[in-house]
């Protein structure tokens, strides 16, 4: 099985801050990777997929780059309703395996 | 609207087996193009996905999984459902069904997902 890792495991930030969270597999994915994030209390819900390709109904400040083993999520410009915790996944080896999250919280 | 929601007892004592059912509003189950997933999280061993099964019935487990799952799908109620035998205290977790497409270049992905329902296995 791939297994992902995520960077850093939490991280804080304000208000209009930029935040990058990295996702490393453990062995490549292409660009079978895909983000999502969870609000606590909820089902995770999916922003980003194929590593860049933003999903849709979600904004322009989230973005994701990355190909074979290491991915970057980037959230420009945090708003309030983007503190929470972020998780990539990996589609391109059976089965799906999910990175152990990163939590987004206020400084 | 799509909406999924789960349903099933939330307390399931250990050796026996979990059973849970996913109510599907706003498409068909039979649809083309669609997979129905489930997939649990817990504080131990964060999310993971269990499986899925196709309208038809074709289904696919994960390996860690597979001796103890079977999925099925009712397409006259549009629902779907999970059994999980054998349980232990280790598959208490929040269980979510959900609906997977096929994204280009990017495999297949869960974009509609249930709320969770927090199954306790008890010993």
């Known amino acids: 099985d791939i297994q992902m890792t995520q960077s850093p495991s939490s991280v804080s930030a304000s208000v209009g801050d930029s935040v990058a969270i990295t996702c490393r597999a453990s062995?490549?994915?292409?660009?079978?990777l895909a983000w999502y994030q969870q609000k606590p209390g909820k089902a995770p819900k999916l922003l980003i997929y194929a590593a860049s390709s933003l999903q849709s109904g979600v904004p322009s400040r989230f973005s994701g780059s990355g190909s074979g083993t290491d991915f970057t999520l980037t959230i420009s410009s945090l708003q309030p309703e983007d503190f929470a915790t972020y998780y990539c996944q990996q589609a391109n080896s059976f089965p799906r395996s999910f990175g152990p999250g990163t939590k987004v919280d206020i400084k | 609207q799509v909406q999924l929601q789960e349903s099933g007892p939330g307390l399931v004592k250990a050796s026996e087996t979990l059973s849970l059912t996913c109510t599907v509003s706003?498409?068909?189950?039979?649809?083309?193009?669609?997979?129905w997933s489930w997939i649990r999280q817990s504080p131990g061993k964060g999310l993971e996905w269990i499986g899925y099964?196709?309208?038809?019935?074709?289904?696919d487990y994960n390996p860690s999984l597979k001796s103890r799952v079977t999925m099925s799908v009712d397409t006259s109620k549009n629902q779907f459902s999970l059994k999980l035998s054998s349980v232990t205290a280790a598959d208490t977790a929040v269980y979510y069904c959900a609906r997977d497409r096929d994204y280009y270049g990017s495999g297949r992905l869960s974009d509609q997902w249930g709320q969770g329902t927090l199954v306790t296995v008890s010993s």
């Open positions: 706003g498409v068909s189950v039979s649809s083309g193009g669609y997979y």
């Open positions: 062995q490549g994915v292409s660009s079978w």
């Open positions: 099964i196709s309208y038809s019935g074709s289904t």
